[in-house]
């Protein structure tokens, strides 16, 4: 069983339909990452939590730790969120070495 | 400012070649580390550096994988004896080296062994 689950392994939605993926761990983090791979494009970090919820234009983040588990949200989706959304672990402090979920790709559909 | 940059883009390799990736990390940034994403699969972590400490060598899936970094700045990934299976996209990332810190990735090194 790998230490990070994500849910869907994909997932096709109309523009303007609010999202949500989702990411299980098994491990005790130190942090929670969110990421996005565009086709051919480098990885970008969205989002770094270990606690709450955090927010950045129309994407939104939570994590509950007592259930090892957090979400990843996009309201109005547009066709350029099209990408893969990768969460990763760290477990360490002081060495922040990921580990990672397989991804949700992600296509908006005009 | 500069991000992580990486180079080659691509490299194309024949089986049993020695190849040599370089990364350079953003300025001032004291971690640094190696992934990488092989075709239809997951990223997996390599190997981390951070200032002068021992790096943690603990995911290079073999010994013919080594890794060296000059100080702060500049990392270079050497895989020895390339085989078929080491063809991947590498990837080098690199963090201020506080705790729980964002990681910026660079573009990857796309490597085909033949």
């Known amino acids: 069983k790998n230490e990070v689950e994500q849910s869907p392994q994909n997932l096709t939605a109309q523009e303007g339909e609010f999202i949500t993926i989702n990411c299980s761990y098994s491990?005790?983090?130190?942090?929670l990452h969110w990421l996005q791979q565009h086709p051919g494009g480098g990885i970008v970090s969205l989002f770094m939590l270990s606690s709450g919820k955090k927010k950045h234009g129309r994407l939104i983040a939570t994590i509950n730790i007592q259930e090892k588990h957090s979400s990843l949200h996009i309201t109005a989706s547009h066709p350029r969120d099209s990408a893969v959304y990768i969460c990763a672990v760290s477990t360490n402090f002081g060495n922040e070495k990921l580990t990672f979920g397989t991804g949700t790709r992600l296509t908006i559909i005009p | 400012g500069a991000g992580v940059s990486q180079s080659p883009s691509n490299k194309v390799t024949e089986k049993g070649k020695d190849v040599e990736l370089r990364c350079d990390p953003i300025?001032?940034?004291?971690?640094l580390y190696w992934y990488r994403q092989r075709l239809g699969q997951g990223l997996e972590f390599l190997i981390y550096f951070q200032g002068n400490s021992a790096p943690d060598k603990s995911g290079l899936p073999s010994d013919r994988f080594s890794a060296e970094r000059t100080g702060e700045s500049v990392s270079t990934l050497t895989i020895q004896r390339t085989q078929q299976e080491d063809s991947a996209v590498y990837l080098c990332?690199?963090?201020?080296?506080?705790?729980?810190?964002?990681?910026?990735f660079g573009p990857g090194t796309r490597l085909t062994v033949l």
């Open positions: 491990v005790g983090i130190s942090a």
């Open positions: 300025s001032g940034h004291t971690a």
């Open positions: 990332a690199s963090s201020l080296g506080y705790f729980s810190d964002t990681q910026y």
